[in-house]
């Protein structure tokens, strides 16, 4: 863990005032950056100096930087969350860079996820389609069934679990040729359909989610994958197909 | 101001039923009326928000994150406690109650504690019901594991992300709600103060933190879910957005604040690596089931080790020093976090810390006698007759990654080692904070109509947190305590009609946020806000870190006073207050950690005795142990704010022991 050698970087990083003002790629030289320090603490160093420049520091969502709260949300070199797999931006560690590399930074792309300012976007479509169908209706008055009164066979519950662990950051949208959201719905509406307590509202639920997702603009899924490999939970893409098959009988009746 | 807890009458396990029972409640009518604030969405806000919305209240829920499902709460890993006894191995409320007294040093009230301990049970069965996909075991029954500080398995958990998928739930149940038009969910928005007329509370000034614009909210009633304050320290635990500032602007507007000095040092996170660090990476303590904590027993070890020489794993068995093992037999390295903390401290302030840092500060976690159990159980359990050691050693790899993966993946991702092979540093760091916001039973402050809850009050924990009770206190004040009790106060406001916000204490009181947002943006100083916020976090960690003194705790009251003077002076926040301005944002928030740190110095400077996370080196034992004093503090000390920090008038809050004999705590 010590502090070797600092890096220098050359840094092309999207600027955008604002949600209507024109954005542009602007140059940015940093030097002596550890290795051992995460890439989001690279973007602090810069700020600083930025600010002791006098100018405006580069707006960036991040909040628990140990890639559990889905807040940061890079495109860097091209890639949803960089180089490496199964990790946020906020744990890519700046030794998976080399001295010298020129490091593109941009914020994630997609119609329904809008720039608000530099790095920053908008992801509230995201929670309105939860609002549409991401629950179940029980009350919160404490006075359910036993906790073991309905057993769930180990093998559903920790695919529920791996489902469910989807962090909502948005990157199998932004990795998306179409800009589909199929990978974050499908999570949810699998998590639901694989216990016995979301079975009841299971076919409202995927109809409404899946039409939310369209209604706010995301694509359709043409099953090239690419989402599962930049997701940084590894959310499988058999949750896809699962949420197809409820979908397809959903809509049967 | 006489504080008065309104802990019900009557025996301990009454109490709640009863006070349930007595309470005046609002007709689902009249709730259609009545407006509620929640600021927060974690754990405590969010479930708050979604049942408070279910029985009928308008909710506008706030939080500074771009979704509600950000909250920190998302971070915690272990797991949840509840006295369910589904492992058979002893437990009930009471010994769950009777743990949390304990493991809290004495210093919680009896009658919260029981009642979160009563309410436990629920949660599970609320949060099953609601899809959280808990650990199982093969009979598809839950699973548990066990914690620091407790004799028995009573954490249900799921793999190291428990507190996501508790809060998933919570958010889950916010979104039915939203979706239904009773909760209006008001995102990257911050609370920045409370508006009081006639001495309640009716509503908050918040900044819409895309815009800038500065709004007005009005409600009959508040409740602060805002957690808790560890980043005064600036390098802890806690999300990088994690702030005092709703909890501080109600303190400045009346509501007390309790037992600030009571912070949680958890013994297993990731040690500091450099200086451009922004935040430390907690290992959670589940790992303490399995993993052995250690130092090289000796001297020159620990430098060849630090300095790169000698591998770890070179050391022989024989020195090694397991000196939780050594201290405690008993609890050995399931010690309480506090107990765990300090060890980890006393050996590395004798040099046998193991990390090459600025101060040496790291120990071993060491996973290997756990690989080689699990290893030769498995080859047992497989019928491996005369296994390899190699085998063995892979058949247990995968029980280990089976159990722990995701932390394992943590750990090599920020520190490139891999603890499957050798084991891990690990070293303390801020996590949560008992203290907070003064609250009476009903979790109601000080000032009528404003309400505290999770971690942002100081009620269940005393002195120290036992791990997995805090995702425990968030839901039990959000889902089942809250709820209950607003009514009784709300049951006064059924006529009381929308509360307006054209009237001249929302005006004023926008008045002063604009201004202190536009002093900051006019100052043109020389420094940015991290580097106060850097500043504040050595002095507290040095002087109100750990281990306190007089003397240093005088200092630290000093030195902050002063480091918050040249901060109005010289901080240079760029950007103006009507756009997205993030160091903007940071800058209100550390100029109240400033604040808070003034006060949490005094504090533990007032409380001269050693107790939980509160450690005076003038009270200890010989063998180096913390030393109550019952006799003199066993009370919350509330502060009622004056001016300055520092300065603020202590009320007392006796506590009274009826249930359990206050002991020394001991885990040996």
Redesign the interface.
Known sequence: ???SKGMNLTLKIWRQ??ANAKGQIETYQLSD??P???F???L??L??KL??E????V?F???????????CSLHINGEPHGPGR??TTC?L?M?SFKDGDTIYIEPFRAKAFPV??DL?V???S??RI???G???????????????A?????ES??K??DA??C??CGACVAACKNASASLFVAAKVS??AL?P??QIEAKNRVLNMVKQAEEEGFGPCSNTGACEVECPKGISLENIARMNREFFSASLK | MNLDSKIPEGPLKDKWTNHKNNIRLVNPANKRNIDVIVVGTGLAGGSAAATLAELGYNVKAFCYQDSPRRAHSIAAQGGINAAKNYQGDGDSIYRLFYDTVKGGDYRSREANVYRLAEVSANIIDQCVAQGVPFARDYGGLLDNRSFGGVLVSRTFYAKGQTGQQLLLGAYSAMNRQIAKGKIKMYNRHEMLDVVKIDGKARGIIARNLVSGEIERHSAHAVVVASGGYGNVFFLSTNAMGSNVTAAWKIHKNGAFFANPCYTQIHPTCIPVHGTQQSKLTLMSESLRNDGRIWVPKKLEDAKAVREGRLKPTDIKEEDRDYYLERRYPSFGNLVPRDVASRAAKERCDAGFGVVNNDTNEGVFLDFKSAIQRYGKEEAHIKGIKNASAEEITKLGEKVIESKYGNLFDMYQQITAENPYKTPMKIYPAVHYTMGGVWVDYNLMTTVPGLYAIGEANFSDHGANRLGASALMQGLADGYFVLPYTIGDYLADDIRTGAIPTDTPEFEQAEKEVRETLEKFVNNNGNHSVDYFHKKLGRIMWDKVGMARTAEGLKEAIKEIAELREEFWKDVRVPGSIDEMNQELEKAGRVADFLELGELFARDALEREESCGGHFREEYQSEEGEAERRDEQFAYVAAYEYTGKPSEAIMHKEELNFENVELKTRSYK
Request: negative net charge; glycine residues 8%; aromatic residues 4%.
């Open positions: 863990m010590s502090t005032k604002n950056v550890s051992d320090s995460s989001l603490e690279m602090d160093m700020n600083d600010i002791n006098g100018n405006s520091p707006a969502d991040h909040d628990c930087r140990e890639g559990i709260c889905g807040a199964r990790i744990q560690h030794r608000i300012k920053v908008d992801r509230e995201f929670d939860q609002h549409a991401g629950y179940v209706s029980v009350n919160t008055s404490g006075n359910t069934v036993d906790a073991n309905i057993p769930v066979d180990k519950a920790d529920a679990f469910a662990t962090i909502g998590q639901y216990l307590q979301g």
